[in-house]
């Protein structure tokens, strides 16, 4: 599998997709969410691990409950998007690698690993998982506000209490209002950031 997407895909998937904090009138669907995840779960991860976990808040209810938790400037943004969608990861990812690895023995060699580990095969595999999302999520028509700045221990009581799943940042979802997008920041040139050796 050789082929480049199109301009027009590389338009949405980067080149004019911005970072949006306001938001026009539409619904995310669960058959969106359930779209854009089931793109995002064949990007790769270390030994298949995919230890991302994604919550996705709609309900007005679940919006109190992660609203308590956000910084004072993430809350407008946030209460006002369609979804938001907490992506995590699980620190016992391996308790599903029976069926995400061919190795019969992955389960319990990564079972056996120390914390300090696990915790960085978690984080690292769930943060791409993450981007993935994001990337699936503007391919699927929605635009994406990812952030930090909020409580991820107390998120990680409200949603995920008595789990070994934690909170690594959030990302609302909807349809942008490109007329509050504040003029586009700048971006390092190849040679600013990158060597060839």
Request: glycine share 8%; aromatic share 10%.
């Amino acid at each position: 599998m050789s082929r480049a997407v199109n301009d027009d895909a590389l338009d949405v998937l980067f080149r004019k997709a911005r970072t949006h904090r306001k938001w026009r009138a539409g619904a995310v669907t669960p058959q969106m969410l359930m779209a854009a995840y089931d793109l995002a779960r064949w990007g790769p991860t270390t030994n298949n691990t995919t230890p991302a976990r994604f919550v996705f808040v709609v309900s007005n209810e679940a919006k109190e409950r992660l609203k308590r938790h956000l910084n004072k400037g993430n809350v407008e943004q946030t209460m006002s998007a369609p979804a938001t969608a907490i992506i995590a990861y699980d620190t016992h990812f391996y308790e599903m690698m029976d069926k995400l690895s061919p190795n019969p023995g992955a389960k319990e060699s990564w079972s056996q690993k120390n914390p300090a580990e696990i915790e960085e095969a978690a984080f690292r595999g769930g943060t791409l998982q993450g981007a993935y999302f994001m990337l699936a999520a503007r391919a699927v028509g929605l635009d994406c506000g990812p952030m930090s700045g909020f409580n991820n221990a107390g998120v990680d009581q409200e949603f995920f209490a008595g789990t070994a799943i934690k909170s690594n940042f959030l990302c609302n979802l909807g349809y942008g209002d490109e007329t509050s997008l504040r003029p586009r920041a700048g971006r390092l040139e190849f040679d600013e950031a990158c060597r060839i050796l």
